[in-house]
């Protein structure tokens, strides 16, 4: 038995849409009628369409026709492959206005009745599962949080053309979710054929770039800035968190880049992650001549050279 290849008889993309299908099943059947074509052929073509676009036309057989993939070639030597309607059923309980019993042995072994003991089978299909990427608040995976989000989607039109849609769920964000993370919100995904139920939404977390925070896995890090005196004679201040405002004590000679690791303080978990504050010495501007005497003092009372360890 020889594959047939629906889509190369009526010349047309494995995409078209449903009304490019109907539009040159229109024009091809005209060309090849027997009543009025003179190519010798023309019964054999015209029955050869009739049989395309039997499939074809209907979205569920279409569906199912494209489960055997785009790698058989027309007139290839074809057995169905056991599992290849593996979740289908066929809705219906005959063809559409066309003469089945005209049509060749490749159609009745996928959708002959022979085939199905007798009787036609419908199918229900599970729809497709969607993935997005949604981007939250670094202080929404602290707290835990619902939030209304807007996704974009494409949905075919009555023509089979892709449009750009848009909706908007409510999301609960869990305490404690970290970046790269999925919510997957049951049915939420694509729509199922038949009676079959429609996919889940995997939604991939992404944080927003936040002004003082970036978090690496379940840790996150924030740029302290501290005054030279803080770093060199040691200092208690305040730092802003996720999680609120805490007391830090910096260390008496902290140089510039050093990591003050808050335990447990990072994304919550079972194991939390860590909290690091990265100081960086801000240095006061010499803007005024008050300023500019106190570093010449400064300058005066240390002699102090910053590429000593450069050999200069």
């Not at 929404?140 to 949080?145: K, M, S």
């Not at 939420?188 to 038949?194: A, D, E, K, R, S």
């Amino acid at each position: 038995m020889e594959f047939k290849d629906y889509y190369q008889i009526m010349g047309i993309r494995r995409d078209a849409s449903q009304d490019e299908i109907k539009r040159a099943y229109r024009k091809l059947a005209r060309k090849y009628h027997p009543d009025v074509s003179k190519d010798p052929d023309a019964e054999t073509r015209f029955k050869e369409l009739g049989e395309a676009y039997e499939v074809l036309k209907d979205p569920e057989k279409r569906a199912a026709y494209n489960q055997l993939g785009a790698n058989w070639k027309a007139g290839q030597e074809f057995r169905p492959p056991p599992d290849w309607d593996q979740g289908f059923e066929f809705h219906g309980s005959g063809f559409t206005g066309a003469d089945a019993e005209q049509f060749s042995d490749f159609f009745d072994s996928l959708f002959g009745r022979g085939s199905f003991g007798g009787t036609r089978r419908e199918f229900h299909a599970r729809g497709e599962d969607s993935y997005a990427k949604v981007l939250i608040d670094l202080e929404d995976a602290y707290h835990g949080v619902s939030r209304t989000l807007t996704l974009k989607y494409t949905a075919l039109d009555q023509d089979g053309r892709p449009q750009l849609r848009e909706r908007r769920l409510k999301v609960r964000i869990p305490k404690g979710i970290h970046q790269g993370q999925h919510i997957r919100l049951a049915k939420q995904g694509g729509p199922g054929m038949g009676k079959g139920e429609a996919g889940d939404l995997y939604l991939e977390i992404e944080f927003r770039p936040h002004p003082c925070y970036h978090a690496e896995g379940k840790d996150v890090y924030m740029d302290l800035p501290v005054a030279p005196w803080e770093a060199a004679l040691g200092a208690s201040v305040q730092v802003p968190t996720p999680a609120g405002t805490v007391d830090l004590k910096i260390p008496a000679g902290s140089a510039a880049g050093r990591k003050l690791r808050l335990k447990g303080r990072g994304i919550p978990a079972r194991v939390p992650g860590d909290l690091y504050m990265v100081l960086k010495i801000a240095l006061p501007p010499a803007d005024t001549e008050a300023a500019k005497s106190a570093y010449r003092t400064f300058e005066k009372a240390l002699k102090f050279n910053p590429r000593a360890s450069l050999g200069v």
